[in-house]
């Protein structure tokens, strides 16, 4: 049950194609808290299927909504069956070698010399900080599952953020990533008790001309982070990223809506992700242009290095078919149970 204030419904811009193709929807519904690494937002993904669905809105749930007065859109609380719900736990990777220098001259990313960039010591510290907050609010026990980009940043912020304890070099057990990864000056990473990791290409950084956004072939990171599952990478050497071909911000965000609605099909409940800044913002800013600037900004504004927002999707196209795991049929065994206001009706 969503409880809050009075949310606002709000829509996103499609192309007439994607509009005309992809007709039911899901939506995204931000979690709100009083840590920093939280925002509150609510998106509505299109989704391919074949049946008719209501139009597209989201459902900013936060203090500092307009109400009713303040905007020209419809208002109301909102109620989803939870088993039509997923979590998901949005993070941008930790502050790479290529930030330091990218933020002081923009041209910097044209360097080769931050091929595949790997993180800094600042970095580290902050990937310890949120890994302190993942534990401490009990994030880290809930997670079913981490999807990573397949670049060095990202892999080390993962298993950094959500790696096991205590690493012991035993033979049964292959480490998370080992020692000193990506000139990382880090003992290696346990993966015992921790969720499984897997690498998807699809949330990958802005692709092309920027050698930072390059990667490695997927065998070299199979050495450095061995237990991370890189099965869904079809090949082995990077044909993605181009020399002289950036996508286009609008592909961006089509990759980012391909994302989303292959993260639908899995079976997880609650799932992290960790990727990267131009990824999120060209996805996120596809949604929440009928609702107030500030709500928009708050849904689009960049994320920094090692946030992390929260946000539930949700199902209202009835494309799930998985029965819920906790509702009960009642009436069990059976007995007259004729609701009190229909018998006040009768009489």
Known sequence: MLLGPTPCFIGINLTPELTRRQRNSLSFLASSSSSSFFSAASITIPVRSQSTSSPLRCS?????????????????????????????????????????????????????????????????????????????????????????????????????????????????????????AGNSGRAAISSLNCPPIIAVELCREHLGVHPCDKRRNISDYQFLFPAIDFSLIESDEDTWWKADVRETKEEVAARGLKFLNWLWTRKEKEIAIVTHSGFLFHTLSAFGNDCHPLVKKEICQHFANCELRSLVIVDRSMMGLDPSATNYPGKIPSGLDLPSDVVDEKA
């Not at 909504?65 to 109620?79: F, H, V």
């Not at 330091?100 to 990313?109: C, T």
């Not at 902050?126 to 534990?135: A, F, G, I, P, T």
């Open 60 to 180: 900013p749930l936060h203090p500092l909504s307009p109400c009713r007065s303040e905007m020209d859109t419809t208002a109301g609380l909102s109620l989803f069956p939870m088993h039509r719900c997923k979590t998901l736990h949005l993070v941008r990777h930790a502050q790479g070698i290529h930030n330091v220098e990218g933020d002081k001259n923009y041209k910097a990313y044209m360097s080769p010399e931050y091929f595949d960039a790997h993180i800094t010591p600042l970095g580290w510290q902050q990937v310890d900080n949120l890994r302190k907050h993942v534990h401490e609010c009990g994030l880290a026990k809930r997670i079913d599952l981490v999807i990573t980009s397949p670049l060095l940043r990202t892999l080390q912020t993962t298993v950094g953020v959500f790696g096991g304890e205590g690493y012991t070099d035993r033979m049964d057990i292959v480490p998370l990533m080992v020692a000193n």
